[in-house]
């Protein structure tokens, strides 16, 4: 089992900037792929970045250049750094791992922070 703890979502005005925290506990054979998604109110959830086990990234175009996603091996944490942050940057984020395990493969979730930016 992995368990996934987001933290520092919050209020922000237009052009402020976040940084999101993934802190992740438990044990997988391996990590496939790690990343942001968010969800708007009325919204699917979307992809916002990813970062695979070669550390390559991928961004949502609509964050290209102002969203940053990293990792820190040592401390088990994934983040998200949000500048110039935009009204539509609005909604909840959910982290997640797709995880090889000893016996399946399984992608495990945060529990979601809230990411408000007012105008």
Known sequence: QV???ESGGGLVQAGGSL????AASGSAVSIISMGWYRQAPGNQRELVAIINSGGNTNYADSVKGRFTISRDNAKNTMYLQMNSLKPEDT????????CLMVADRRTYWGQGTQVTVSS
């Not at 940084?19 to 993934?22: D, G, I, P, V």
């Not at 909604?91 to 797709?98: G, L, N």
């Open 91 to 98: 909604a909840v984020y959910y982290c997640y791992q797709d």
């Open 3 to 5: 368990q996934l703890v």
């Open 19 to 22: 940084r999101l925290s993934c």
